[in-house]
């Protein structure tokens, strides 16, 4: 796992949602629109084989790197 010195900004493309399967409790709710991106790590379960962590003033979560769009690329 990498985390970043710096945070970095990134668009979330599509809107996210998790329900928990037995009780069917909403455990979060990601809009699409600007998240910070705190570190990624390697993991076969996404696509391309990166995710990242990402946070959006309430909530922690990991998706894949493609699913972002980062907007200071140069930091990456």
Known sequence: MRLYDKPVKAYLHNDLSA?????????????????????????????????C?????????SVGKGMLRFIDNERL
């Open 19 to 51: 329900v928990e399967e037995h009780d069917g409790e909403l455990i979060y709710f990601f809009e699409k629109g600007y998240v910070t991106v705190l570190g990624e790590f390697e993991c076969e379960k996404y696509v391309g084989g990166t995710a």
């Open 53 to 61: 962590i990402i946070f959006n003033q309430e909530d922690v979560i």
